[in-house]
C-alpha cells in the first residue's frame, strides 16, 4: 500500500467514519477477523447475534410483537440461528403494508432516513435505514473491494447514476482517486473518453454496473484496445456468464461479483477462487428454500431467503427478496476463509437497450428516471426495433399525453436518444419465478 493509501486508511476513513457515526471501521476489521475464527467461534457469533435480534424486534417492533403473540413466543424460544424458522417469511406486501403504519420501525438513535429499492423485482419498496445499517453495508463494500485486491489509494474507475457530483463527493472521488463515471451515458464518445483516461493515467481497477463494464469492455475490443487491468467488481444487477467473458477478455483480468439487496443488506462476494461467492456471515443468515418455503438441499436452486443480522430501524428477517440461489455443498472455500459460500446467484434477469447512435441503457437507467414518476406502479420496457421502445406501464389513474411526455423529455435528457411509445396494461406478467422483467431486447 502507498503513503497515501496508508494515510486514508488509517486517517481519513476513521476520522469520517468517527464523524458519520457509521461504525464502519470497527465492523469492516470484524470482517477481517471472522473470516480467520475457527468453526465453531463463528457459530457462536452469529447465534448470539440472532438472540440479540429476536429480543429487540420483541421488544420494539409491534409487527413482530404481534407475529411472536399469535404463535405464543418469546425470546427464549431462540437459542440459535436455525430457530429463526419459527417465524414466518416475510414478503414485500407484508413491509409495503406495515411499513406506512409504522408497525415495521423501531426507534432507533442514530440518523435514519428512508430508502427505495430498485423495485427490479417488482413494484418499488421503501425500507427506513440509520447510520449503524449504513456502516454494515460500506463495511461490506470495502470487504467485497479488498477480495478483488484492491487498497486506499488504488486510482479507480466507478460508474455510477449521481449526475451530479456534490461538493462532498467530488471530495471523496478526489480523496478515493476515484473516476466517476456516468451509467446513464454510454455512447462511443464517451466509452472512447473513460478508455483513454484508463490508459493514460494508468488506471488498473474498475467497479460498478455488470452491464456498463460489459459496454466498456465491449468498445475496447471494437477499437483494438489492449489494456490489462488487475480487477474488475461487479454489483447491481446480474452478471451474465457472456458479460463475465467478454470483460475478463478485454481487460485481462477477473470479476469479482458482489451480491446484495437496496432493501439495506449486502449478502456476498467473491474472492477469486472458482466463482463461488463468500456470505458476509457476522451481518447476514441466508436459507434457500423451495416455493412451499421449505428448505432445498445445498447445490440446489431456491428462492433466497435474507436475515439482517443488524436490526437497523427496520428489521428484516426471514425476508423472500425475490431472487434465485444455490448455497455450496462445499464445506469451505480454497481460500481458507471460514465464511459459509454461495454457489451461484440466479436473479434480476435485465437485458440491455442499445439505441440508433450505440448508446447503451441498462436496467438502472430506467429505474433512476422512472422512479421519479410515482403515477407508475410498474413497467417493463420492451425493445423490438432498433429505433423505438415501447414502455408498457401500471397505474391506478389514467396519465394524461403531457405526464407521458414528461417521462419522455426525462428519459431523452438522461441519454435515451431513441423513439417511445407507451401502452397501459392491468399487470406485468412475471416469469415461472415470481419476477418481473424490467427490460427486454429482443433486437440481435
Given at each position: 500500500?502507498s503513503?497515501?493509501?496508508?494515510?486514508?486508511?488509517?486517517?481519513?476513513?476513521?476520522?469520517?467514519?468517527?464523524?458519520?457515526?457509521?461504525?464502519?471501521q470497527?465492523?469492516?476489521?470484524?470482517?477481517?477477523n471472522?473470516?480467520?475464527?475457527?468453526?465453531?467461534?463463528?457459530?457462536?457469533?452469529?447465534?448470539?447475534?440472532?438472540?440479540?435480534?429476536?429480543?429487540?424486534?420483541y421488544?420494539?417492533?409491534?409487527?413482530?410483537?404481534?407475529?411472536?403473540?399469535?404463535?405464543s413466543?418469546?425470546?427464549?424460544?431462540?437459542?440459535?440461528?436455525?430457530?429463526?424458522?419459527?417465524?414466518?417469511?416475510?414478503?414485500?406486501?407484508?413491509?409495503r403494508?406495515?411499513f406506512?403504519?409504522?408497525?415495521?420501525?423501531?426507534?432507533?438513535?442514530f440518523?435514519?432516513?428512508?430508502?427505495?429499492?430498485?423495485?427490479?423485482?417488482?413494484?418499488?419498496?421503501?425500507?427506513?435505514?440509520?447510520?449503524?445499517?449504513?456502516?454494515?453495508?460500506?463495511?461490506?463494500h470495502?470487504?467485497?473491494?479488498?477480495?478483488?485486491?484492491?487498497?486506499?489509494?488504488?486510482?479507480h474507475?466507478?460508474?455510477?447514476?449521481?449526475?451530479?457530483?456534490?461538493?462532498?463527493k467530488?471530495?471523496?472521488?478526489?480523496?478515493?482517486?476515484?473516476?466517476?463515471?456516468f451509467?446513464?451515458?454510454?455512447?462511443?464518445?464517451?466509452?472512447?473518453?473513460?478508455?483513454?483516461?484508463?490508459?493514460?493515467?494508468?488506471?488498473?481497477?474498475?467497479?460498478?454496473?455488470?452491464?456498463?463494464?460489459?459496454?466498456?469492455?465491449e468498445?475496447?475490443?471494437?477499437?483494438h484496445?489492449?489494456?490489462?487491468?488487475?480487477?474488475?467488481?461487479?454489483?447491481?444487477?446480474?452478471?451474465?456468464?457472456?458479460?463475465?467473458?467478454?470483460?475478463?477478455?478485454?481487460?485481462?483480468?477477473?470479476?469479482?461479483?458482489?451480491?446484495?439487496?437496496?432493501?439495506?443488506?449486502?449478502?456476498?462476494?467473491?474472492?477469486?477462487h472458482?466463482?463461488?461467492?463468500?456470505?458476509y456471515a457476522?451481518?447476514?443468515h441466508?436459507?434457500?428454500?423451495?416455493?412451499?418455503?421449505?428448505?432445498?438441499?445445498?447445490?440446489?436452486?431456491?428462492?433466497?431467503i435474507?436475515?439482517?443480522?443488524?436490526?437497523?430501524?427496520?428489521?428484516?428477517?426471514?425476508?423472500?427478496?425475490?431472487?434465485?440461489?444455490?448455497l455450496?455443498?462445499?464445506?469451505?472455500?480454497?481460500?481458507?476463509?471460514?465464511?459459509?459460500?454461495?454457489?451461484?446467484i440466479?436473479?434480476?434477469?435485465?437485458?440491455?437497450?442499445?439505441?440508433?447512435?450505440?448508446?447503451?441503457?441498462?436496467?438502472?437507467?430506467?429505474?433512476?428516471?422512472?422512479?421519479?414518476?410515482?403515477?407508475?406502479?410498474?413497467?417493463?420496457?420492451?425493445?423490438?426495433?432498433?429505433?423505438?421502445?415501447?414502455?408498457?406501464w401500471?397505474?391506478e389513474?389514467?396519465?394524461?399525453?403531457?405526464?407521458?411526455?414528461?417521462i419522455?423529455?426525462?428519459l431523452?435528457?438522461?441519454?435515451?436518444?431513441?423513439?417511445?411509445?407507451?401502452?397501459?396494461?392491468?399487470?406485468?406478467?412475471?416469469?415461472?419465478?415470481?419476477k418481473?422483467?424490467?427490460v427486454?431486447?429482443e433486437?440481435?
Amino acid at each position: 500500500m502507498s503513503l497515501r493509501g496508508a494515510l486514508l486508511k488509517n486517517l481519513v476513513f476513521p476520522v469520517a467514519d468517527w464523524w458519520q457515526q457509521f461504525g464502519a471501521q470497527s465492523k469492516f476489521q470484524t470482517l477481517l477477523n471472522a473470516q480467520n475464527w475457527d468453526r465453531s467461534t463463528l457459530i457462536a457469533h452469529r447465534d448470539a447475534k440472532a438472540r440479540e435480534l429476536v429480543q429487540t424486534v420483541y421488544s420494539e417492533v409491534p409487527f413482530y410483537q404481534k407475529i411472536f403473540a399469535d404463535r405464543s413466543l418469546t425470546p427464549k424460544d431462540f437459542q440459535s440461528l436455525s430457530d429463526l424458522t419459527k417465524l414466518p417469511i416475510l414478503t414485500k406486501d407484508a413491509i409495503r403494508e406495515n411499513f406506512v403504519s409504522g408497525r415495521m420501525q423501531r426507534p432507533s438513535k442514530f440518523k435514519t432516513y428512508d430508502v427505495c429499492s430498485s423495485g427490479s423485482t417488482g413494484t418499488n419498496l421503501v425500507v427506513r435505514e440509520d447510520t449503524d445499517t449504513t456502516g454494515m453495508l460500506y463495511a461490506c463494500h470495502l470487504y467485497g473491494l479488498k477480495l478483488s485486491g484492491w487498497n486506499f489509494g488504488d486510482r479507480h474507475v466507478q460508474f455510477g447514476f449521481s449526475m451530479k457530483r456534490t461538493f462532498f463527493k467530488a471530495l471523496k472521488d478526489r480523496a478515493l482517486s476515484c473516476e466517476y463515471a456516468f451509467s446513464g451515458i454510454l455512447r462511443n464518445e464517451a466509452l472512447d473518453r473513460l478508455l483513454d483516461k484508463i490508459e493514460s493515467q494508468k488506471i488498473k481497477h474498475v467497479h460498478g454496473f455488470p452491464g456498463s463494464i460489459f459496454s466498456l469492455a465491449e468498445r475496447a475490443r471494437q477499437t483494438h484496445r489492449s489494456i490489462k487491468l488487475d480487477a474488475v467488481v461487479t454489483w447491481g444487477d446480474n452478471l451474465f456468464e457472456h458479460y463475465r467473458r467478454s470483460i475478463e477478455s478485454a481487460f485481462q483480468t477477473r470479476v469479482f461479483d458482489t451480491y446484495g439487496c437496496a432493501e439495506g443488506i449486502t449478502v456476498s462476494a467473491q474472492c477469486g477462487h472458482g466463482t463461488n461467492y463468500h456470505l458476509y456471515a457476522p451481518f447476514v443468515h441466508v436459507e434457500v428454500v423451495d416455493d412451499e418455503g421449505k428448505p432445498v438441499p445445498k447445490g440446489t436452486l431456491g428462492h433466497l431467503i435474507l436475515t439482517r443480522l443488524i436490526p437497523g430501524t427496520t428489521p428484516l428477517i426471514r425476508y423472500r427478496v425475490g431472487d434465485l440461489g444455490v448455497l455450496s455443498a462445499q464445506e469451505k472455500c480454497a481460500c481458507g476463509s471460514s465464511y459459509d459460500i454461495m454457489d451461484s446467484i440466479q436473479g434480476r434477469d435485465t437485458d440491455l437497450i442499445v439505441t440508433p447512435s450505440g448508446n447503451r441503457l441498462i436496467v438502472h437507467f430506467f429505474t433512476g428516471t422512472l422512479n421519479k414518476f410515482p403515477a407508475i406502479k410498474h413497467f417493463q420496457v420492451v425493445q423490438k426495433e432498433k429505433d423505438r421502445i415501447l414502455i408498457r406501464w401500471v397505474s391506478e389513474e389514467s396519465l394524461t399525453h403531457s405526464y407521458l411526455d414528461e417521462i419522455r423529455s426525462a428519459l431523452s435528457q438522461r441519454g435515451a436518444d431513441i423513439s417511445v411509445d407507451f401502452e397501459r396494461v392491468e399487470e406485468i406478467p412475471t416469469t415461472k419465478e415470481g419476477k418481473r422483467r424490467f427490460v427486454i431486447s429482443e433486437v440481435q
